[in-house]
Every structure is written in C-alpha cells, then in structure tokens.
DNA sequence: GGAAAATACTTTACACATCAACTATTGTCA
DNA sequence: TGACAATAGTTGATGTGTAAAGTATTTTCC
C-alpha cells in the first residue's frame, strides 16, 4: 500500500520516514481547503485573514488590542498593523489609543463589519460541511484529536 | 470535553459546527509545524517553497517544464516564475527551452543546487520525526489516512 | 528620581500566493 | 489556408506572512 499522496506527487521512491508523509499530507490538505474557502470569503470581499479577525472582534464582543488579536490568529504582529490598516479603510473596523496605556491600540468591529460577516453565518458553515464530507462523524473526532496532540507536543518542545 | 483549540483560542462559545474545528485546527497546526521547519530551511538560505522545488527537481532526475514542476507543488504557475527566478538567480536551477515546443521552458537543477538540498537531507527528516513524536506510529498512519479521505472527497466535489 | 529593561505597535524589506490580463506558440477545423 | 481556440509562461496588482529594526510608552529597580 504505498499510499495516495506518493501517487499524486508522482515520486518514484517510496517515502522514507513516516513523518515526511503526514508534513505533506498536512500542508496538501490545509491549502486544498483553504483555497475554497478563501474563495467564497472573496466573493464577499474579505480574504479568509480579514475574516477571522472580524469573527474574532465580533465573538469578543468588545474592543480588542492588536497584540491580543494576533494570539488569536495565526499571524504574527507586525502582519496584524497591516490587516487592521485595510480593514479600517474598508470601514470595517476603527482603532482607539488606550487611555491607561497609551501603547495599547483598541480595535473594534463596526456596524458595517457586523453586516458584513453576518452574511457568512450561512454559507461559511454550509461550505465546511461540504468539504469535509468525505469523513464521518467519528472520524472528524479522531482527526481533531490526532492534530490537537501534535500541537501539545510542539508546545511541550518550547518549554 | 470542550476540546483543546476552544480553549486556545479563548473562545467563549462552544463550536457550533465539528467541521469549523477540523478546519481551524488542520489550518493551525499546519501553520505551527510549517513555522518550525520553515526555520531550519532559512538557515540553509531556503524558504519551503524553493526547497520544495529543489527536491522535485532532483527525486526526478532530469528537466521539467515549469507547468510540471507547479502541478507537483502547492502552487500556481504564476508563482513558480518568480520562484525559479530567485532559485536561477541564486544559481540552483537554470532555465532552457525546448527546442519541439517553444512555449515550454524546462528547469533544470545544478551542481550547486545538488550539493545545498543534500546538506537537509539529515537535519529536516530529523525535524520531522522531532515535531512529530507526539504521536505513535499508528496514530501517524491514522492521521495521513484522514487527511487523504479529505482530499479524495475534495477532488470529486470537482468533477 | 532616573537609567535600563520591557512592552505595544509600526515600518521596511523580502518572499509567497492569488487572480486577471497579456504575449508567444501551437493546435483545430471549417 | 486562415481565423480561432487552446496552451505555456510571464507580468502586474493586491494581500499575506516573516524577520529585523525603529518609535513611543511604561515598568522595574537601584
């Protein structure tokens, strides 16, 4: 059984180590969706970065600083000033300097933000399900279980 | 069992949709595992995407169209041409265009791009297996089944 | 009280990734 | 044959992600 991904990417040797297989499998995986989800998110004008942050705003449910945003996401800071400057252009979001700390910059979803992502509620969701249909129930569980513990053990790898 | 990400992402509802937490975890720890490996390239002078091309190009032995080259990596033939412009200007890989069919340009790896991948074949396998020993040797073959399942579904939705 | 460290954010530079539009070449077929 | 479609690759615009350096503010602590 020499596997599907080996197939895909017409190697001619068998992969050596495991691990090399399951990195690939992960990456070929994550852009596959990603490329259809930042499709429709586009279609509504957002890239799938604008659209966690807005989701994250909106979940919070108050004002948020930069840095805190960023541990949320994927991103890095220094990404993050340039995501909140086109999200402020659009109208989407608005920035507050701190008062008791004059480092910290708020940001806060607008009216406009909220309209905006309301609009995903439906289709978003509705998108996921699609894509993942190939897995039963059981098996989406184990996967979230097999991707959860390889990110406890890359944190235990900081520590 | 309110799951891990949830709590990660200190989020204040549960999830709603298991497929929203298939997806957000494979999107993080794809970005987490893809951070450290990214790492150890960079000291080499590489980025992932042109060590990737590298490796293509040598597990093949011979030239390949640029087309090639993208269809086995996560990317758009856009990309690739500025990629293997750095990779040319660097001096790894060279251009050279076919002589039957002039639209088709092949790359080829050099010596000098032979002797830099060679240099990660024993410190990036090693990172993989290091990154990756949170999960048993079956819990791998579980994890690269699941994420094939996905992608065979994702390739249906196209026909 | 004041120098030094820490923190929050921005700026800059570079490398991808995506899409749309463009050029050059080849294939189709009426 | 000759218009037209298809293909291979490039270019340009926009957005994202990383690292390194810079600025402003606050905290620490002697």
Redesign the pocket.
């Known amino acids: 059984m020499p596997g599907r991904l080996q197939n895909e990417l017409k190697k001619r040797k068998p992969f050596v180590h495991i691990e090399q297989e399951v990195v690939l499998n992960l990456f070929r995986t994550g852009?596959r969706l990603?490329?259809r989800l930042?499709?429709l998110l586009?279609e509504h004008g957002?890239?799938?970065?604008?659209?966690?942050?807005l989701r994250i705003l909106r979940g919070e449910g108050q004002p948020l600083?930069?840095?805190?945003?960023?541990s949320r996401?994927?991103?890095?800071?220094?990404?993050?000033?340039?995501?909140?400057?086109?999200?402020e252009?659009?109208g989407l979001v608005c920035?507050a300097r701190?008062e008791?700390?004059?480092?910290?910059?708020?940001?806060r979803i607008t009216a406009a933000g909220l309209t905006l992502i309301a609009q995903l509620d439906e289709p978003l969701p509705a998108m996921e399900r699609k894509l993942l249909g190939g897995l039963t129930r059981d098996e989406k569980a184990e996967l979230i279980r097999l991707l959860e513990k390889v990110r406890d053990h890359l944190e235990q790898l900081d520590e």
């Open positions: 852009d990603g490329i930042e499709r586009r957002l890239t799938g970065a604008q659209y966690n942050v600083p930069m840095q805190e945003i960023a996401t994927i991103q890095v800071v220094p990404g993050m000033t340039g995501l909140v400057d086109r999200l252009k659009a920035r701190s008791s700390d004059r480092r910290v910059i708020y940001v």
